[in-house]
């Protein structure tokens, strides 16, 4: 209808009617496209704080976890020291040398960082586009450089932790039978060797050091978590920031 009454006006030569029906048509395009512009914005709007909503959720669960792994790393730290200790004082302890056997025997294993990823590696791979706020953002992509910057260290201990494992393998005799290896050295033997109780020595500096790093890393977890908290609070039931 509008292309036809646009052909009569030229005809017609009724410049007016072509400026206005033009115009029409003009604004008719320009208000679709920014309607479309509109809905891609709002869906854009509403999918960053889908995101950040989904990682403060795997935040949360991350605490619980992450708590338990700090827990577990202070035992595992707390064996070794002790351990080491008694070693070097040439005194098995409390519990006698029966004691120290079972504590021996479970020094070895550590625990990386038990914080989930997939949200957080996901907003970093590009998707914290949609995500508006700047300080939000910031505080997102930090937070993951400083896991990754924690997971490097912590990797990199892990061929130093394993050589002391392994050279106090040589040095002390273990009953491998049965699911649980069984200590054969005793107290004496592993007191009076130096390269065992150097072993142990520097196991134990690696599980403080990992230690470490989990606090910090749980630390910064609870932080970014109530930040999360606060931005999704202020935006609840609103048009956001």
């Not at 690696?206 to 977890?221: G, K, P």
């Not at 978590?225 to 609070?233: D, K, M, S, T």
Request: charged share 25%; hydrophobic share 40%; net charge negative.
């Amino acid at each position: 209808m509008i292309l036809r009454r646009i052909t009569d006006a030229f005809r017609n030569q009724d410049w007016f009617t072509v400026a206005v029906e033009t115009l029409i048509v003009v604004l008719g395009v320009f208000l679709g496209l920014q309607v479309n512009n509109w809905n891609a914005a709002r869906m854009e709007r509403q999918t960053g704080e889908q995101l950040v909503q989904r990682l403060h959720e795997e935040l949360t669960l991350s605490l619980a976890q992450e708590q338990t792994c700090v827990e577990r790393m202070e035992q595992y730290f707390t064996d070794a020291r002790d351990t080491y200790e008694s070693l070097r004082s040439g005194e098995p302890g409390e519990g006698g040398e029966a004691a120290f056997r079972q504590q021996f025997a479970q020094i070895g294993p550590w625990t990386d960082l038990c914080i989930i990823r997939s949200t957080l590696d996901d907003l970093h791979a590009g998707r914290i586009a949609l995500v508006r706020d700047e300080e939000i953002k910031r505080i997102i992509l930090q937070f993951h450089d400083d896991l990754e910057g924690t997971d490097t260290s912590i990797a990199n201990l892990g061929g130093v932790h394993m050589q002391a494992m392994q050279e106090m393998y040589r040095e002390i005799d273990y009953d491998w039978k049965g699911e649980n290896r069984r200590l054969v050295s005793s107290f004496d033997e592993i007191s009076d060797n130096t390269a065992a109780v150097r072993s142990l020595g520097t196991t134990t500096f690696i599980f403080s050091t990992v230690l470490q790093y989990h606090r910090r890393a749980n630390n910064e977890l609870q932080a970014v978590h109530q930040a999360l908290a606060e931005y999704l609070g202020d935006n609840a039931g609103g048009e956001g920031r």
